[in-house]
């Protein structure tokens, strides 16, 4: 009998698997190891618009590739995901959104006990420290003792006076609190920055609990398979330095990989779907045809437009000679562009298709991007909007393409399959251009420069989506929760038919949140550790 070291083994420092690590080794009594494929976080990661400079770093990022597929033009789409302690959390653009409360009363519906709205709400109060805007009331809705720091942004910018007005006059709402009792209207964006710096689960999660003797990190170690004896997981193997290992564990594993990783992993270990399994030489240890299976995204798009004022628009203080002056002022005072999240308004508005309740989500950037791939500013004042169906039900799938952990899986996004989802990012597309263009904005905008006023008609806009929408950062559901048949795991995120092993990370969701999912995935690591400590 091997020695056991650890109670529990967790694979995956990111959102869900710090938070998880954290709330487990708060009692003294349970031994945890942690497994993080990627390295410790890095020295830029806490400034909030490193964001992009981590888009194409392979040493914190996965650097992932989607497949060519026949409705997105043959591209291949890049799939940033972290890599490092923080995981998607350390790389991201922190906007904050819990999803909207039908989102969660629709997982009950599913089958799901104890994931409605009441449910889940309680864990988020657990995990924030909230701090609104100055003239914000104290909610009861909102947490402010947890270990998360979430701040709406005060940025002072002209530019988003109008923008609000234009929204306002197009008819939609502003909202104080788009956590709050309604998601509905455009507001200022809450995110996971703190003082100008960027709040991660390593940061706010992982670095407490690294101060516990019940917590171990290993960074550098890629986990290929879990340790099965029959149906029960008693351990894990990972490779670090070229060197394989095991380790035991006398109660649990958790895989918190994400919706990339967690279902490879479960590939690799024999478990998932036998066809798939034997094709590349895997022994079939237990049959589970869900696994890589309800894979869904947020699929965006940009659209960009010139402004007739620089002020406007963050382009001139990021290039050029005024580039060092915008990181002397972060340096000194923590504000500025450097501290922002990707967008500082946000808005969850209604198409026509869901008058009940909003079904799109829109970003308003106060700059544009020349180039994509190396994230070069342009050299006049510019802005974006980017946009997103909230409630895609296109369904693609993540599977492996050999037993090699090091050889990435194949992501199939199946983006637009779905009639419904090309309607409604048609009509999220024109929602976007009458807000932009609407009479407050007239003193600020110039011309529309991508996709330009000569893609009009739905067939254009659907022909534009096709050939430069890109991924959302927001994959999940490729280890779905749910009854078994059509599910990876129960209701508390154990694997069915497996003994000993759970999943606790965005990929156990089984249907697609309204908003950005860096929160719901911190929650349900949160939860997980409820459901541990059960037993």
């Known amino acids: 009998m091997k020695h056991i070291k650890y109670d529990y083994l967790i694979v995956g420092g990111g959102s869900a698997g710090a938070a998880l690590a954290?709330?487990?080794?708060?009692?003294?009594?349970?031994r945890v190891l942690l497994l993080e494929a990627g390295g410790a976080t890095h020295l830029l990661s806490r400034m909030p618009m490193s964001f992009g400079l981590f888009i194409n770093r392979p040493d914190v990022n996965w650097c992932y590739w989607s497949e060519p597929e026949e409705g997105t033009s043959r591209r291949k789409i890049s799939v940033p995901r972290g890599k490092m302690l923080g995981g998607s959390s350390a790389i991201n653009g922190m906007v904050y959104v819990r999803g909207q409360r039908q989102d969660y009363e629709d997982w009950k519906d599913l089958g799901n006990d104890g994931w409605g709205w009441i449910d889940?709400?309680?864990?988020?109060?657990?995990?924030?420290?909230?701090?609104?805007?100055?003239?914000?009331?104290?909610?009861?809705?909102r947490g402010r003792d947890g270990p998360l720091g979430v701040t709406k942004g005060s940025d002072m910018n002209p530019l988003y006076d109008k923008i609000f007005q234009a929204a306002q006059k197009m008819g939609y709402p502003i909202n104080?609190?788009?956590n709050g009792p309604s998601q509905e209207g455009i507001a200022r964006t809450q995110a996971t920055i703190r003082q100008g710096q960027r709040m991660s689960s390593a940061h706010c999660y992982l670095a407490p609990a690294t101060k516990r003797p019940n917590l171990t990190v290993i960074t550098h170690a890629t986990v290929d398979r879990v340790i099965?004896?029959?149906?029960?997981?008693?351990g894990l193997s990972f490779i670090k330095n070229g060197n394989r290992r095991e380790v035991h564990c006398g109660k649990e594993v958790i895989l918190s990989a994400g919706a990339i990783g967690s279902p490879q992993i479960l590939e690799l270990s024999g478990i998932g779907s036998p066809d798939l399994l034997q094709q590349h030489g895997i022994s079939v240890k237990h049959a589970l045809p869900a696994v890589g299976e309800n894979f869904q995204d947020h699929m965006m798009a940009r659209l960009q437009w010139k402004l007739r004022n620089k002020l406007a628009s963050y382009n001139y203080r990021m290039r050029g000679v005024n580039l060092p002056l915008t990181g002397l002022e972060y340096l000194i005072k923590g504000t500025g562009p450097l501290s922002l999240p990707a967008a500082p308004l946000i808005a969850f508005l209604k198409t026509p298709l869901s008058p009940s309740r909003p079904d799109f989500q829109i970003q308003f950037i106060p700059f544009s991007i020349e180039d994509p791939v190396d994230r070069k500013f342009h050299d006049f004042p510019g802005m974006a909007v980017a946009g997103l169906p909230s409630r895609p039900t296109s369904k693609g799938s993540i599977h492996i393409c050999s037993p090699?952990?090091?050889e990435q899986p194949r992501i199939r996004f199946n983006f637009l399959d779905d009639?419904?989802?090309?309607?409604?990012?048609?009509?999220?597309?024109?929602?976007?251009?009458?807000?932009?263009?609407?009479?407050?904005?007239?003193?600020?905008?110039?011309v529309e420069l991508s996709p330009g006023n000569e893609v009009i008609s739905d067939d254009e806009i659907e022909g534009f989506l096709r050939e430069k929408a890109e991924t959302g950062y927001h994959p999940m559901g490729t280890c779905r929760m749910g009854m078994p048949g059509n599910a990876v795991v129960d209701n508390k995120l154990k694997v069915h038919g497996i003994h000993g092993l759970r999943v606790a990370d965005a990929s156990i969701f089984p249907t697609m949140l309204s908003g950005n999912l860096n929160a719901p995935s911190m929650m349900v690591g949160e939860r997980a550790s409820d459901f541990l400590k059960e037993h």
């Open 22 to 30: 954290y709330r487990l080794t708060e009692n003294s009594s349970h």
């Open 120 to 141: 889940v709400a309680k864990t988020f109060l657990r995990m924030e420290d909230y701090q609104g805007g100055p003239n914000d009331a104290v909610d009861i809705c």
């Open 176 to 178: 104080a609190d788009y």
């Open 228 to 234: 099965l004896e029959g149906k029960k997981c008693i």
């Open 404 to 406: 090699n952990a090091f």
């Open 419 to 446: 009639i419904e989802d090309r309607k409604t990012f048609i009509h999220g597309f024109k929602i976007i251009r009458n807000i932009i263009n609407a009479q407050p904005m007239d003193i600020y905008r110039d």
